[in-house]
């Protein structure tokens, strides 16, 4: 069965069979598979944004640099952010949501498949929406800027400036208001980004709620709250930020689209409205954002240092509180983002005693993964190094940022470098890191082959001396007064020679890019195979043989303690050493062999096409909107909704399932998936 | 929850055989994952309305010399509407009742209603939006008060329709099948969810946009 059209197609609605080939992938509601489809998204996005920055380090690797134009210069920073945050760092931690958290809790999907497949593919579709800017996007200087003569001027934008890439948003990734508005950015490319932002800020939300009652409801038997994986527990607390925070910046979102493409007066403050009302939207957003990105790599850190280090995690319970008191404080911090937006002394300090806060509970992981390592038997393998690195590079980043909640220093460095090094520090060094740790770590449970370690290794130095290359002396250079988005500096300036050193540092990293992606296409076909337990890992993704098989768990698994699958390999002796059982070897095997070869047919969800249709429509009526004076935008309008909703039509009428399909339907003992299908 | 903590820290390797674990209940929720994913989103619709009434707190007064929304609400008026809107969620719980005790065409007709009353209610809007627009001469672009006026009671009237939507097609299914079954039981107790979370959120809007807002 590998094309739909083996059997006759009676009806469309019919649910689809394909389980290979192109079609497999477009109807999946495989969580295994979605999350490839994320990895690989977030991955070439992760080449575009990285481009982005190169350029962006070439133009600034001398003084009056000219290999940008101005305009270039401003569109480059913008979309290098927009990418790296919602087209990169997340869907890579979707990825790895995807991917693990039923694998995690013991599950064989989660709890809306459909619902899953949906939210990858407006994801996508919204990724696309956002960089179709490049065919649409013009440069249009700003209407109503007039000199002390009463002549319109238009910035330094001229004719020399009406190049493809500097059409592409330029408000930065912030993008503040009224700078981003109807009169200071005409043309559409804003309107790109502002409705892009909307189309990922829904597949982000139908992710969260698909996660939190996946987690909620479709733990194994015994798999309590406290008892899983402390990445399942960041995934939570994740999901709860993307929940609460998304909707408000549909909300910043919907007014600056109103105010561009309808004339409202929220952001203009010509009209009455007041700019700072956006920044307390955005950030309100804006902050929680931050640990929607870190939070992913603190959990993948949390997987991979016990395992390596042959010890449990130290401080579960803390670990796990500490990253839920990370999510409640990260709502109450983001005005620290705008001590110098003109907010009242009250609010600068109280701002800046939570920022303080927040210094804590991640301040209690740190201590807890060192205190993982501390006497543990350290394995320095590959996904062992990035995670070390992470926890290096992020206190780094978190000593820098606690600087932040000093107000009258955080006034000093507003907009300058030292801005871009601490936050390229807990983003890059951090989050980066750790999603890089969690690739080397689950590699054979997707491929059931190892990454090549000498690949690896290289991979990991040569990004790791690249990174501090680039992004240490960004702090200097912030404190010397290098100002952010800033397309030149003077000779006089002094400020050469550490920018050249950052740009050599840029490539040092691309070189790194390109040996992991070397060692990715050389691992994937000719890498050592794994085996089921390559890791001796702690938890019960590992049961399952590598490549996980369709239905994850032959049987479902019953969990009887935090990290389940050690206590199976090993006992304690009277000091409390680890000593591998007897029949630990037998018991691998023997995982092997019966997850290969399940007792009864499983049934899993069905594929289905409409997700991809519904989310089809979602970028039309983005267009829609953007060309609503014209004919095509109205059409568009019209067009758009119909195909969501004729979707959603097709998606409540067809069948659950297909029972008369051999292949997919089975009883049985361990046959059954809970809330299969009811998406 | 903390008794699970002493097996997993102990010196001892667990017992695989023994234990508690045999007595515990499977540990979901026991809250059906449709249901507990409809409450989960109607969390973060809070959010959503939260900001759009923030919002219009902080323009409500910003009037510039034109007309804004205290200086022309016909609070009579939509004092009637928003009864109506609120004896649609008692016709809902009627609904719910009525399929409890497999009464289908009690079911049915308080369908009907809600959705009527329902699109009462949004005509009524449309009628005041008329109202404000043509007469008293207030647009959407007149000043922020306005625009964040006709914002947060647009998206609230769009969460209106697509519920009725959502009714309707309750009542068509119920038509189709000649009654809703226990698993629709549940749809129809989403859709209830949804209808109620809508209310609320009104009643939250006429308090503090209308009767706190009139002048």
Known sequence: ?679 | MADTFEIEEGADAPEHDTGDDHHVVHESTGIDNRKLGMWVFLSSEFMFFGAFISNYLLYGNRDFDSVVPRDIYDIPFTSISSFVLLMSSLTMVLAHHALSTGDQNGTKTWLMATALLGSVFLGGQVFEFYEFITVKDMTLTSNPAASAFYMLTGFHGAHVAIGILMLLSLFGITRRQGGLSEKHGMNLELVGLYWHFVDIIWIVIFTIVYLLGAA
Request: glycine letters at 12%; zero cysteines.
């Open chain 1, 1 to 679: 069965m590998t094309t739909t059209a083996s059997r006759p197609a009676s009806t469309i609605f019919r649910r689809p069979r394909a389980t290979e080939g192109f079609w497999s992938w477009i109807t999946t509601t495989d969580h295994k598979k979605i999350g490839i489809m994320y990895g690989y998204a977030a991955f070439f996005f992760f080449i575009i944004g990285g481009l982005e920055a190169l350029l962006l380090r070439l133009q600034l690797a001398g003084p009056n640099g000219d290999f940008l134009t101005a305009a270039e210069y401003n569109a480059m920073f913008t979309t290098h952010g927009v990418t790296m945050v919602f087209l990169f760092v997340m869907p890579a931690s979707a990825a790895f949501f995807n991917y693990l958290l039923p694998l995690m809790i013991g599950a064989r999907d989660v709890a809306f498949p459909r619902m899953n497949a949906l939210s990858w593919w407006i994801f996508i579709f919204g990724g696309l929406f956002l960089y179709s800017v490049i065919f649409f996007g013009e440069v249009v200087p700003p209407v109503g800027i007039e000199d002390a003569q009463g002549v319109v001027v238009s910035g330094n934008i001229d004719e020399s400036d009406q190049t493809l890439l500097g059409g592409l948003p330029d408000g930065g990734w912030f993008l503040y208001q009224p700078n981003a508005g109807p009169d200071y950015s005409p043309g559409a490319a804003i309107d790109f980004a502002l409705i892009g932002l909307q189309i990922l800020g829904v597949a982000s939300l139908i992710s969260a709620i698909n996660f939190i009652v996946t987690v909620f409801n479709m733990r194994a038997e015994g798999m309590r709250l406290l008892r899983m994986p402390v990445f399942v527990w960041m995934t939570l607390v994740v999901a709860f930020l993307l929940l609460f925070s998304l909707p408000i910046i549909a909300v910043a979102l919907f007014m600056a689209t109103f105010d561009r493409a309808f004339g409202t007066l929220f952001f203009q403050a010509v009209g009455g409205g007041d700019p700072v009302l956006w920044q307390h939207l955005f950030w309100l957003f804006g902050h929680p954002e931050v640990y929607i990105l870190i939070l992913p790599a603190m959990g993948i850190v949390s997987e991979v240092l016990p395992t390596n280090s042959r010890k449990p995690l130290f401080g579960y319970a803390a670990v796990v509180f500490a990253g839920a008191a990370i999510g409640f404080l990260g709502f109450g911090v983001w005005a620290h983002h705008m001590f110098s937006s003109g907010i009242t002394p009250v609010a600068q300090a109280a701002f800046g005693l939570a920022t303080m806060t927040i210094a804590v509970p991640t301040g209690i992981k740190i201590f807890n993964w060192m205190g993982t390592m501390w006497g543990g038997r350290l394995k320095f393998n590959t996904a062992m190094l990035f995670s070390i690195g992470f926890v290096a590079m992020f206190v780094i980043g978190g000593l820098s940022g606690v600087t932040h909640s000093i107000v009258p220093s955080d006034w000093q460095q507003t907009d300058t470098y030292y801005i871009v090094g601490h936050f390229h520090y807990v983003l890059f060094g951090g989050a980066i890191f750790g999603l890089f740790s969690g690739i080397y770590y689950w590699f054979p449970k997707i491929t059931g082959r190892l990454m090549n370690e000498r690949l690896g290794k290289a991979h990991f130095w040569v990004q790791f001396i690249g990174f501090n290359l680039t992004f240490a002396p960004m702090h200097w250079l912030g404190l010397q007064g290098m100002v952010r988005r800033t397309w030149r500096y003077a000779p006089e300036a002094g400020l050469g020679p550490w920018n050249f050193a950052v740009t050599i540092g840029a490539f040092t990293i691309a070189l790194g890019v390109a040996i992991f992606w070397v060692n990715w296409i050389y691992s994937k076909r000719k890498g050592e195979p794994s085996g089921l337990d390559p890791w001796d890992a702690r938890t019960i993704e590992w049961t399952i043989p590598n490549p996980t098989p369709a239905y994850n768990f032959a049987t479902p698994p019953v969990i009887h303690s935090l990290d389940d699958f050690w206590h199976q390999k090993y006992r304690e002796d009277e000091e409390g050493r680890p000593v591998r059982r007897e029949d630990a070897d037998d018991l691998v095997e023997r995982l092997d062999h019966e997850g290969r070869n399940p007792k009864s047919k499983i049934h899993l969800p069905a594929p289905s096409y409409f997700p991809f249709i519904m989310a089809m429509g979602l970028p039309l009526i983005g267009y829609g909107i953007i060309y609503h004076t014209s004919i095509v935008g109205k059409a568009l309008l019209v067009i758009g909704p119909l195909i969501t909703i004729g979707a959603l039509i097709g998606w409540g009428i067809e069948p659950l399932e297909e029972p008369e399909d051999p292949d997919l339907h089975g009883d049985g003992p361990g046959g059954e998936l809970v809330g299969a299908g009811a998406s």
